[in-house]
Each structure stands twice: as C-alpha cells, then as structure tokens.
C-alpha cells in the first residue's frame, strides 16, 4: 500500500511538471513580476524577452516554426527592429555572398553557356523590399496581411530594392545565366511589378511568371513547384531558387541549390 501512494504522489508529481513546462511563456513572466519589479528585475525580463524573441525568429529561419498566422505580439517590436537594422543588411550581403560563391562550382560561364541555365528569383522582400509598407501601417506581422491594402501599395511602384540584390542579379545576368522571375503576385499587377522593378534597376529577365486566375486556388508551393517543373521540361537546368520564404523551394524538382534570405514578418505556404 505504501509503495501504491508513493507511486502515486510521484506520478502527480511528474504531471503538474509537464503542465507547468508546457504553460510556459514569457507573457506569464511579465504578468508575474507586475508592479513589484525593480530596476534589475525590468532590465532581466527585457534581455529574457528579447532572446525569446530571437530564438522565436531564429527558428522561423529554420523552418522550425511554420504556418503562423501572425508575430507574437510581444515580439512584434523586435522583428521590426531586425527588419530595419544593419545586421538584416549584413545577412542579406552574407546570403549574395554565398550565391557568388556558389558560382564557382557550376560548370556555366559567359562564354560556353548554351542558353539553358536557369536563376529563379521570387520578388517581394528577395528583389522588391515591402519593409516600407509595413512601416507605415505599423503590423510588422502583428496583423494579418491585408491583401487590398497590400496590393493597392504593390500598384504604387514605391517598392525599393532589397539591399545588395540588384548587384547579385545583374551578377548572375551578366554570367549568361536567364533569370526567371516568379512570383506569387497577381497577374493584374503586372504593369505595376514590371514597372517597380525596371525603376529599382532590374531588367533583362527572360520569364516574368505571375498568378493567373487558375493558380488563385493552389497554394504558394504547389504553384512555385509547377512553375519549375514547366521550366525543367523546357530543358533549363536551374541552377538556384532565390526566396524569403520557403514555399519558394518546396515540392518537386527541386533546384541544384537554394538560398533563403531573412523574414520573419510573415509565412506564406
């Protein structure tokens, strides 16, 4: 009997511990500590939230964290400040870096290109940066995207381009590769997306694939995939896919490499 109750109390035990673990959030914390705090006990919750939302986005890159719908609200502000930041500048520049490098271990150079090698770039925040819109309306993906609105600043051409972009496009450009653009854009923004990117300084692609009426209905990776399989049946070898989301990579066939670059503002399956 003795040996029944201990077994007992150490299985209770060990439940309200997987409860408590599970519950955890940095919000508790904060509604823990309420007007008690001292200064040392604000300046330890701001470094623990601020790595808390760190590892969140972090792991957004990683792809361990998927189909969110929104930020967290408590980390909004801290993917702003990354958004909007140097170090985004510098792991922009550290992504085309590897790209050129990876340059070296393909077999295609301006002069023995036979026409059939391919560069897949997506375009909003890869070419085309959306961090203005989202800096005036305030979300940084602490609301879901609002689609007219989005799409009513997409037909105002005032998107600027991604830092260090247009040197590793007009990179590639210049190697004899054939850019293929494809984008999860509208095919009724077309005017306005050729007319943003020929402003920003990118010209000479071969393909610029958007949305039409039968691709509404498939989600983002279906479409991207399919798009790829049309260029592989062309007989293009697609070197590398250049995206902030990984939906620009999924499904099948996949390219020789792919490069994500940093966002963590929204997900887009």
Known sequence: MDRSIFLSLALTSLLIGVVSARDWNILNQLKGLGSSQTGEDSTKLATNLKRYCESWRI????????????????????????????????????AVDEVILHFGSMCCSKTKCDGMDAWIFDIDDTLLSTIPYHKKNGFFGGEKLNTTKFEDWIKKKKAPAVPHMKTLYHEIRERGIKIFLISSRKEYLRSATVDNLIKEGYYGWSNLLLRGLEDEQKDVKQYKAEKRTWLINLGYRVWGVMGDQWSSFAGCPGPKRTFKLPNSIYYVA
């Open 59 to 94: 792991n957004v890159e990683v792809h361990n964290i998927r189909n969110y719908d929104v930020v967290p609200q408590e980390c909004v502000a801290h993917v702003e400040e990354y958004m909007t930041s140097s170090q985004y500048k510098d792991d922009v520049k550290r």
